[in-house]
């Protein structure tokens, strides 16, 4: 049995994470983080699953008081990287979907995990096809170095762009060489229309209601392009991941950064 708190139980991945724990043998909920609800149980809070476990304002009280093994945070990334340092220094180990850590961030969560001998993952995408996206993109890259990611969310997102889109640009970065595209002498007549820059590919970020979580890797060769997308429909796409990740966390004594590491 793996015990478990879930920061972030009220919000869409959240409440989605709590249904699956519902739904599995091998994972106990023995508490919550949340900004507000202290000293609520998770039942008595509309339409979560019936759970006993109770919910913390104080993310430190909640890593004292529980037993727990795993801590999976869902937030933001403001809170998100403080839970994730807490919960090391608590012994309890991270599986971290929350998006948004700076470059700095990972590095000292790395390091920390590594002091620790503890395993965490950080896994910006948790669904399996986008992991498969992200690895399929990275081969492509070394035959066809001109790319271009387009990312396209819900509006409610905080971060842009996505994380799977920086862990997609950072692959692709591992197979080519450094590129500036489109035409050497181009310019924006308003700013941002060619998007984000990283290491000379562009990142695109759409923002609409409507959208879950979506993303197309195009690729550009002579006469011909290549396009990867993959899309999720709803957030049950990233359950199989935050379980596995659960499971697998508790062989690590390091952080793993991205499912891809986990999956067979
Ligand atoms: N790795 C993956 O596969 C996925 C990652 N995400 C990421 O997960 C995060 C959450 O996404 P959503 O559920 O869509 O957002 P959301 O806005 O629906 O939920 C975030 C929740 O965090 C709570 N929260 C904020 N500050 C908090 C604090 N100090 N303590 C405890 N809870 C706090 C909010 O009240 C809210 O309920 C985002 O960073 C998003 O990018 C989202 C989908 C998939
Ligand atoms: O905020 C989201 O919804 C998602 N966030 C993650 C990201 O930033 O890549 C994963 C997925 O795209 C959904």
Redesign the pocket.
């Known amino acids: 049995m793996i015990n478990v708190i879930v ?2 139980p ?5 409440s989605a994470a709590l249904d699956m724990i519902e739904g599995e043998d091998n994972l106990q909920l023995v508490g919550c ?3 507000k609800n202290d000293q609520s149980r998770v039942k008595d809070i509309e339409g979560l699953p019936p759970f006993e476990a109770k919910i913390y304002e104080d ?1 430190e009280q909640c890593l004292k008081e529980t037993d727990a093994d795993v801590l999976i945070d ?4 403001e ?2 990287y403080k839970h994730t340092k807490a919960s090391l220094e608590h012994g309890v180990r991270p599986v971290v ?4 850590f700076t470059e700095e961030q990972l590095q000292e969560v790395t390091k920390l995990s590594e002091e620790k001998k503890l395993g965490a993952v950080i ?5 399996t096809g986008a992991v498969l996206m992200m690895q399929f993109a990275k081969w492509a890259a070394k035959h066809f170095p001109d790319v271009e990611i387009i990312e396209k969310h819900h509006d ?4 842009a762009p ?2 799977t889109a920086v862990k997609t640009a950072q692959l692709i970065k591992e197979e080519r060489e450094r590129k500036s595209q489109g035409h050497p002498e181009e310019k924006e007549t308003i700013e941002g229309a060619r998007g984000a820059d990283v290491d000379g590919m562009k990142i695109h970020s759409m923002r609409l209601p409507g959208l879950v ?1 979506h993303q197309e890797v195009v690729f550009g060769g002579d006469g011909q392009t290549l396009t990867i997308q993959h899309d999720s429909m709803n ?1 049950a796409s ?1 359950m199989s ?1 935050v379980k596995l990740s659960c499971e697998k966390v508790m062989e690590l004594d390091t952080l793993v950064y991205g499912l891809e590491h986990l999956l067979e």
């Open positions: 920061a972030g009220r919000g869409k991945m959240g983080i949340d900004r993310a869902l937030t933001t990334p809170f998100g979907g929350t998006t948004g896994a910006p995408n948790f669904a409610q997102k905080l971060d996505s994380g979580a957030r990233f991941g």
